[in-house]
């Protein structure tokens, strides 16, 4: 499966999203995509060029990080699923995900 990871800037949660990119690495093909802050934000929780570093290495691929790059993915239909990560934690949920089912027909799940 082509599976799109996109990394928001809820950089405290870093630590454990690489896991399952990782994890997810072992039986599909991943992209990554980077949020603007995800891609150039350093903070005490690492940094950017680390980052992207890492999930260079675990996928394969450097990050989609510019409005350029990501365009032809829809039309193009380069992904089966796209993986949103990581939501802010908030007080009803420990963490909120949402995970977007094919590009044409988006299916969004929270929890």
């Keep these: 499966m082509n599976i799109g990871f996109a990394m928001c800037g809820s950089f405290c949660t870093f630590g454990k999203t690489f896991p399952v990119m990782e994890l997810l ?8 995509i980077f949020s ?13 060029a680390d980052h992207i570093d890492r999930a ?3 996928c394969g691929t450097a990050p989609v990080h510019t409005i350029l790059q990501a365009e032809p993915i829809g039309p193009k239909k380069m992904l089966d699923i796209l993986v949103i990560v990581p939501m802010a934690y908030n007080r009803n949920n420990l963490c909120s995900v949402t995970v977007m089912v094919d590009v044409d027909n988006v299916c969004a799940v929270n929890g």
């Excluded at 690495?25 to 990554?32: A, I, M, Q």
């Design 56 to 58: 260079m290495k675990i």
């Design 25 to 32: 690495s072992r039986e599909h093909r991943l992209t990554p």
């Design 36 to 48: 603007d802050a995800a891609y150039s934000t350093d903070t005490r929780f690492g940094t950017a």
